[in-house]
């Protein structure tokens, strides 16, 4: 490794980071983590701050878990990669397939493809319910329906379905027949509805409008997140997935439940959906699968599609689709060890209890700092603050001062993420009450310093 002056002075010179314009790296130079411990992380310059980003929501199990890394580390040597493609298979893939069916189990969920991470599994999920249509006899259903706020990665189709303009505006032309509902978001909606309940049955009247505009028989597929988590942790009323489903049963849509943050226990429970008591038909998954030690996602599906590929008598039922690091044995073998110590440590327990302390404790903050204009979360370990410039008029905060409060909140103890003019908080599920207060206080001055 070379030396320290050497990092510093290479510091995003040669490397574009995702989500951020070059020349703004140049003129603030990220910051270089360089080790982490527990919830932990500590820069190049000895700094340490609790990690209240989970790394980017994913490092669920926190940063020392050995009976993960051992597992990659075991698998690296006895077989370091051979292709999943049909006809070669691997042992670690068939043991990770099975562990991941059991795990969701109770959310109706009984095959799995793998893929490299979560764009890959919105992709696979976009491809197959098309092709799942085409199967049953109705190859006119390829649009996609979702939620304005959602985020479902940067692939073509799954940035087609996102419902932020920041991640679509500069790649437009995106996927034709995609289109979006509103969010099930309070503090801003076009309904001017405050209460979560009569917002849900709002955008489910949107929903059977726009379902009946476009033609129920020209939609595959309806994506949305349980709860929305880069679009600012929007939760929806507890009747909103319940709603949606319906609605999609009623016109042979497919539900997919992208639960790349919310899967593994980050709501509170082992899966979004399985929070709002709803079983979708399809999931899709990465982050928390590995805890970000390892790049794996999944697409998962349940016997209603299942069925119609493995049953099939058309002869169309290749899945023509997949990456070649699809079931790769290192990956799986940190899936395996994964889910195990992700039960074992029952995490999605310790997710409720401190997420909870984590939302009362923003709640409280906000009676201090005018600049609070919405606090958002209260399931799980996901926490969503919206900073202000005016409270009365809801003007979002200007990007200079929420980078004021980042630093000094991160100077302070914590590291939180921005989006737009959100806080954004996603903390490993092995967080432990004291450290959670660390946040608090951190956020407390990063509030202070606006
Ligand atoms: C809900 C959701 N879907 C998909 C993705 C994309 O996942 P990835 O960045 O692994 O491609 C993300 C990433 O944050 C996500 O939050």
């Known amino acids: 490794m070379k030396?320290?002056?050497?990092?510093?002075?290479?510091?995003?010179?040669?490397?574009?980071?995702?989500?951020?314009?070059?020349?703004?790296?140049?003129?603030?130079?990220?910051?270089?983590?360089k080790g982490a411990e527990g919830v932990k992380i500590t820069d190049i310059d000895g700094h340490s701050a609790v990690d209240a980003v989970g790394g980017l929501w994913c490092v669920n199990l926190g940063y020392s878990n050995n009976v993960v890394k051992e597992a990659i580390a075991k698998q690296l040597y006895d077989l370091p990669y051979y292709s999943a493609f049909a006809g070669t298979?691997?042992?670690?893939?068939?043991?990770?397939?099975?562990?991941?069916?059991?795990?969701?189990d109770a959310d109706g969920m009984t095959r799995v493809f793998f893929t490299s991470g979560g764009s890959?599994?919105?992709?696979?999920?976009l491809r197959l319910s098309r092709q799942y249509h085409r199967l049953r006899g109705e190859p006119t259903r390829?649009?996609?329906?979702?939620?304005?706020?959602?985020?479902?990665?940067?692939?073509?189709?799954?940035?087609s379905v996102n419902g932020n303009n920041r991640f679509r505006i500069n790649y437009?032309?995106?996927?034709?027949?995609?289109?979006?509902?509103?969010?099930?978001?309070?503090?801003?909606?076009?309904?001017?509805?405050?209460?979560?309940?009569?917002?849900?049955?709002?955008i489910a009247a949107a929903m059977e409008d726009e379902i009946a505009f476009q033609g129920a028989n020209t939609i595959a597929a309806f994506?949305?997140?349980?709860?929305?988590?880069?679009?600012?942790?929007?939760?929806?009323?507890?009747?909103?997935?319940?709603?949606?489903r319906e609605i999609c049963d009623r016109h042979g849509i497919l539900m997919i439940s992208d639960e790349v943050i919310t899967g593994f226990g980050r709501s509170g429970d082992w899966s979004g959906a399985r929070h709002w008591g709803v079983q979708p038909d399809m999931m899709t998954v990465a982050k928390g699968i590995t805890s970000g030690y390892f790049p794996v996602g999944a697409c998962m599906v349940g016997d209603k599609v299942a069925d119609v590929f493995e049953n099939d008598q058309?002869?169309?039922?290749?899945?023509?689709?997949?990456?070649?690091?699809?079931?790769?044995?290192?990956?799986?073998?940190?899936?395996?060890?994964c889910l195990s110590e992700t039960l074992?440590?029952?995490t999605k327990t310790n997710a409720a209890a401190r997420g909870t302390q984590l939302y009362d404790g923003v709640r409280k903050l906000a009676e201090k700092h005018d600049i609070i204009g919405d606090v958002r979360g209260g399931h799980g370990l996901m926490t969503g603050i919206e900073l202000v410039s005016d409270k009365a008029a809801k003007t979002p905060m200007d990007m200079a001062t929420m980078k004021k409060v980042h630093e000094a909140t991160y100077q302070a103890g914590a590291m939180v993420r921005l989006g737009a003019h959100n806080v954004l908080m996603s903390p490993p599920l092995t967080i432990s009450e004291a450290e959670v207060n660390t946040i608090l206080s951190a956020l407390d001055a990063g509030f202070s310093a606006a």
């Not at 890959?120 to 999920?125: I, R």
């Not at 996927?175 to 049955?201: I, V």
């Not at 997140?225 to 942790?233: K, Y």
């Not at 039922?317 to 044995?329: K, N, V």
Request: hydrophobic share 40%; charged share 15%.
């Open 3 to 33: 030396d320290d002056n050497f990092l510093k002075e290479n510091n995003a010179r040669h490397l574009w980071h995702p989500m951020g314009a070059p020349a703004d790296s140049h003129g603030t130079p990220p910051k270089i983590i």
């Open 89 to 104: 298979s691997n042992p670690p893939a068939i043991e990770a397939s099975y562990a991941v069916r059991e795990f969701f």
């Open 120 to 125: 890959d599994s919105v992709e696979t999920a």
């Open 142 to 159: 390829i649009k996609f329906l979702s939620l304005k706020k959602g985020y479902h990665g940067t692939h073509f189709g799954g940035a």
């Open 172 to 202: 437009e032309p995106l996927l034709p027949g995609c289109f979006h509902l509103p969010a099930p978001y309070t503090y801003r909606n076009p309904f001017n509805e405050t209460d979560p309940a009569q917002l849900a049955q709002n």
């Open 223 to 244: 994506i949305m997140e349980p709860i929305q988590g880069a679009g600012g942790v929007i939760v929806p009323d507890a009747s909103f997935m319940r709603l949606m």
């Open 314 to 337: 058309t002869g169309e039922a290749g899945i023509f689709h997949g990456y070649t690091y699809s079931a790769h044995p290192v990956g799986s073998a940190a899936v395996v060890a």
């Open 344 to 346: 074992r440590l029952d």
